[in-house]
């Protein structure tokens, strides 16, 4: 893999949109080279940071949409 | 079967043949998603609060005028009417969003820190405050690409569909974004529990 396609591969990877043979192929990568790992593991801490930090609107809007439908 | 078993497109079939409880479980279902994408872009409670009682609005409009189509995904459906409405809430207040910037974007803002020591779960909730404080500082295009990635569980083809870019540009915003808050977070040298 050559260094853009890399980059692009890993976080098509990370967000589970490879096919399996192309998953087979990445996940070798990793594990085979420790720059890219480390790519890698950084792209997936902040990934499931970002998971996390979903927020509820009030129940008052919740209840003004509802009294609309 | 429970209403919450249920999929979306069974819960907006039930509404539509005047079931309410299926609404309300549908918006109940996608509530933190939709209204953390609209708070990230307005970065303000109350208005995010407004423009997301508007956004289910329109859905429920949609949905009633028969015109939603079952083929699409209902999520990236409302992310993207909630998504509109922020920018005509910012027409409408002549307001731009943050500037266009390019990828390779220097995240300067600072962040306090508090070093002693809290529950976990108190640290695990300004953890969550503080990540999100850092993606109010992402330029937009990374912003938009983040939210229509993790709320709006857009695939990288819809996502560049949308924006009208190609997918290996949404890839890179979206790569961008993450180094951007990675780098953030390595300058504060905050600590993440997880």
């Known amino acids: 893999m050559n260094s853009n396609s890399t980059q ?7 967000y589970n949109e490879t096919w399996m043979a192309d998953s087979v192929i990445i996940q ?16 997936k801490l902040v990934c499931s940071l970002l998971d996390g930090i979903k927020i509820s609107p009030s129940s008052k809007s919740i ?7 | 079967m429970l209403l919450s078993d249920l999929t979306d497109n069974n819960l907006i079939s039930k509404y539509i043949k005047g079931d309410n409880l299926a ?3 549908l918006i109940l279902r996608h509530k933190a998603k939709v209204f953390t994408s609209i708070l990230i872009l307005v970065k303000d409670k109350e208005q995010a609060e407004d ?14 005028k028969g ?8 999520l990236p459906w409302v992310i993207r009417i909630g998504h509109n409405l922020v920018i005509d809430h910012f027409r409408k207040n002549k307001r731009m969003p943050m500037v266009r910037d390019t990828d390779e974007y220097r995240i300067t803002e600072t962040l306090k820190l508090h070093e002693e020591n809290i529950e976990d779960h108190l640290v695990n909730s300004r953890i969550r405050e503080q990540v999100r404080q850092m993606v109010d500082l992402l330029p937009i295009e990374q912003r938009e690409v983040v939210i229509m990635r ?4 857009m695939s990288f083809k819809e996502i560049s569909e949308c924006t009208n870019v190609s997918i290996n540009t949404s890839l890179g915003r979206m790569r961008y974004a993450l180094i951007n808050l ?8 905050l600590v993440l529990v997880k």
Do not use: C, W
Request: overall charge negative; cysteine-free; hydrophobic content about 35%.
């Open chain 1, 28 to 43: 070798h990568a990793i594990d085979s080279d420790p720059e890219i790992e480390e790519e890698f593991e950084n792209l």
């Open chain 1, 8 to 14: 692009e591969n890993l976080l098509l990877y990370l």
């Open chain 2, 51 to 64: 423009i997301f009682q508007e956004t289910f609005i329109k859905v429920i409009k949609t949905l009633k």
């Open chain 2, 23 to 25: 609404l309300e479980t």
């Open chain 2, 182 to 189: 990675r780098k953030i977070i390595s300058e504060k040298e």
């Open chain 1, 63 to 69: 209840k003004k949409i509802m009294e609309f439908a």
């Open chain 2, 67 to 74: 015109t939603y189509h079952e083929e699409g995904k209902f």
């Open chain 2, 150 to 153: 993790h709320f709006g569980d």
